[in-house]
């Protein structure tokens, strides 16, 4: 089955940028929707950006609005996630997956990916 892997996390001080990207195989990747969450330890996987099938339409979760930017390349059957003004609590496992209406995640790659670490620590 077809396999999300994030990458382009890491350790960065608080203000910090990060770039994160998820790519997966196949050519359906660019049929769905996308979006990100994320989930520190200890708390539930959370929401935190999503985009349209085209790129046309983002959204996002108002913890990171204006700080985040969501964005795809379907060429590159590649959707990336700015992530500028770091703070600490952005600290999380990143995940991306493929959303419907309401922002919800769906069972379209069969798994969730490993997730790429994000720190962000003085």
């Known amino acids: 089955q077809v396999q999300l892997v994030e990458s382009g996390g890491g350790l960065v001080q608080p203000g910090g940028s990060l770039r994160l990207s998820c790519a997966a195989s196949?050519?359906?990747?660019?049929?769905?929707?996308m979006g990100w969450f994320r989930q520190a330890p200890g708390k539930e996987r959370e929401f935190v950006a999503d985009i349209t099938w085209s790129g046309d339409s983002t959204y996002y979760a108002d913890s990171v609005k204006g700080r985040f930017t969501i964005s795809r390349d379907n060429a590159k059957n590649t959707v990336y996630l700015q992530m500028n003004s770091l703070k600490p609590e952005d600290t999380a496992v990143y995940y991306c997956n493929a959303v419907v209406f309401n922002h919800r995640p769906v069972n379209v790659f069969g798994s969730w990916g490993q997730g790429t670490q994000v720190t962000v620590s003085s």
């Open positions: 196949g050519r359906t990747f660019s049929n769905y929707a």
